[in-house]
């Protein structure tokens, strides 16, 4: 398989090569309101055993060494940041990186074109290998214009590489920061570095960025706008339905064809208010390139280890330096925040979180038919909750005794934060949902109340510093002795009431 089928995200109409590998990688780039800007693309890699789903972790300070023709002895330098990377083939690079900066590096198929300077060993100590540039990139630049600025400083050279079948690897890249700058860096013409400024952050594959961006002038008529109506001798014509303003949208899987439709789905996005919303967003987007393994490779050649010819979609949320991904072995969207990584102590490793190679999936079927009694039905069910006391999952607000923040300064509760008190059956035990934090209900004991207590704490929990007392016809949720919720007392209704049922 090896041997047969090379690196991917072909153009097939370019270049004539094997066709059972003729894939395809598709990215994008949103931006929202906040400031932020989200990276996105999908992976499609022709050999089956690619392994992208394996993710890279690389520490500050790390010693390279290029990779040339005559061995590692190409540039060398030190990583000034750490970076996250999908990897290929138990390489050190792969098809995406994230460093913790928030640059990221994109590298997209570019047969028929890419071509590397030719090697001259006089020149050893600035080459390296095509992945040298992606970590030379990743471990050295926390902004486009550093990268653009020192370009020269080296020379990209082709480098054979067995555990790629020996083949060459004909890339470009796409490269972002926070700030929104973003270009394309295609080395053609045996090592003459072009770059240009991505129309809306789009990429595919071959040709040539300059052809794409000619290409988009014969598409001029798209609009998200629909058709207006047309009457001709007495026949009133009107839109099918929605969509119409993109009739002509082409379809099919081709480079130009998806660069097309990245570059109107793009254009067209809704507003978005953080990069949280532009992550999903850029995530449905690309839903529209997913591509099924049998669309692309006869069913006589269809691989016996993959699942799909879309291996793994990431975004990347620049501002926040979060990498987010699923895979083709389970369509479940992870995370790895930099932010939480201690790029100067952490060792390098490759995280495979795809070992089951299985697509997870939530039954929430027990829940619907009345299991109120398994925990797991209760999460991600807006407004439920599992409760300890009651053992079962409940909708806290209907189950529980309403507690309003108090403010001190007023003596009122003026505040929308709230907490819900519920009550066991046996009244041996009360739980409190807070309205910020209603996944973590805290558990109080009932308390002896002797009769003719002015102040009498009815539950506690002491190791939370937590507890409930009435005073003065009104019940009072103490945190560290200090008044936070209350509730005012009453016979008909409220935790009087509750406390009161037999």
Known sequence: MKNSLQVACLFSLFIVINP?????????????????VVVARTVEWALSDAQHNKIMIVPRQKTFSGQTPDGYNGKKWTGKYGFVSLTAYGQAYGPDGLNEEGLYVGVYYLPGFAEYAVYESGKADISMSVGDFMQWMLSSFKTVSEVEQSLDEIIVVNVVNEEFGGAALPFHFKISDPSGESIVIEIVNHGEMKVYKPFLGVITNSPTYDWHLTNLRNYLFLSPEPQNNLTIDNFNLTPLGGGSGFMGLPGDFTPPSRFIRAAAFSASAR????????????FRILDNFNIPLGSLVPVSHIPGDIVSATQITTASDLKEKVFYYHTMWNREIRKIDLKQID??????QVIDDDQEKSNRTKDITGFLIGDVQNPANCIGLKGYAWSVVKNQCIRFAEKGTAFFAYNPKTGASDSDEFAYVVISDD??????????????????????????EIMPVLFENRTELLKIRFYKDVYQILYNNEVRFIHPWSSAEGLGYELKKP
């Not at 507003?271 to 850029?282: C, D, G, H, K, Q």
């Not at 035990?429 to 934090?437: D, G, P, Q």
């Open 20 to 36: 059972l590998i003729a894939f395809a990688c598709t990215g994008i780039s949103l931006k929202a309101k906040d400031g932020g």
């Open 427 to 452: 009244k041996l035990k009360a739980e409190v949902f807070f309205s910020f934090l209603t996944d973590k209900p805290i558990v109080m004991d009932a308390q002896h109340v002797t009769e003719g």
């Open 271 to 282: 507003p978005l208010e953080n990069t949280t919303e532009a992550v999903f967003e850029a």
């Open 343 to 348: 790029f100067s102590a952490v060792k390098e």
